[in-house]
């Protein structure tokens, strides 16, 4: 069955990194776009990033641009998020997602931006 396995979340100070990590299984990870959401308490959730099915094209929100770089290898079926100058802002459960004409979930992981 299809996984989206995320880790590398946890708490981290302003200004500093993390690297998110997902892993997917159980569909043809080199032909689907993969997405990072995110969703902070009481908020909906929102794109954070994706790359194309190659990942020789990505998107960003606005809020993050400059700041987080997603990267994927279709070899190890694998989509990362570094996340660098972290803010408070950025607080909230982070999920891998991979869309082609339907969209699958991770369980999501925690990034706490806080000193």
């Known amino acids: 069955q299809v996984q989206l396995v995320e880790s590398g979340g946890g708490l981290v100070q302003p200004g500093g990194s993390l690297r998110l990590s997902c892993a997917a299984s159980?569909?043809?990870?080199?032909?689907?776009?993969m997405s990072w959401y995110r969703q902070a308490p009481g908020k909906e959730r929102e794109l954070v990033a994706h790359?194309?099915?190659?990942?020789?094209?990505?998107v960003y929100a606005d809020s993050v641009k400059g700041r987080f770089t997603i990267s994927r290898d279709n070899a190890k079926n694998t989509v990362d998020l570094q996340m660098n100058s972290l803010r408070p802002e950025d607080t909230a459960v982070y999920y891998c997602s991979a869309a082609r004409g339907i969209r699958f979930w991770g369980q999501g992981t925690q990034v706490t931006v806080s000193s």
């Open positions: 790359a194309s099915s190659t990942g020789g094209s990505t």
């Open positions: 159980g569909f043809t990870f080199s032909i689907y776009t």
